[in-house]
């Protein structure tokens, strides 16, 4: 069974850095390309970034993380991570990953990706 499982979210001070991680079980990862999303109270969910499959490795990133985060993958441990650096209250919401219907990130609206995780939270104090 195809299953997307997120962890490492928590409660973070403001300028502090987190790494979230993204597992796989019933599929090989690197054979696809991984997103991350999140939703913020009260607001639609929001594309974060992206990876391509291993055979490609290009990523994309939302203007809002821009120069502050990085998404890698670990193929051997069928995982994708995303750090996130200098975070800010805004930064506050559930995580998501999912699996994109391409190989390539040609978006970050969430209409391309079709497998999700159940999320994890990240709460930035101020």
């Known amino acids: 069974q195809l299953q997307l499982v997120e962890s490492g979210g928590t409660l973070v001070q403001s300028g502090g850095s987190l790494r979230l991680s993204c597992t796989a079980s019933g599929f090989t990862l690197d054979d696809f390309a991984i997103g991350w999303f999140r939703q913020a109270p009260g607001k639609e969910r929001e594309g974060v970034s992206c990876?391509?499959?291993?055979?490609?490795?290009?990523?994309k990133y939302a203007d809002s993380v821009t120069g502050r985060s990085t998404i890698s993958r670990a193929d051997a441990k069928n995982m994708v991570y995303l750090q996130i650096d200098s975070l800010k209250p805004e930064d506050t919401g559930v995580y998501y990953c999912?699996?994109?219907?391409?190989?390539?990130?040609?978006?970050?609206?969430?209409?391309?990706?079709?497998?999700w995780g159940l999320g994890t939270q990240v709460t930035v104090s101020i």
């Open positions: 999912a699996l994109a219907t391409s190989d390539f990130c040609t978006t970050l609206d969430d209409s391309g990706y079709r497998y």
């Open positions: 990876i391509e499959s291993s055979s490609f490795g290009s990523t």
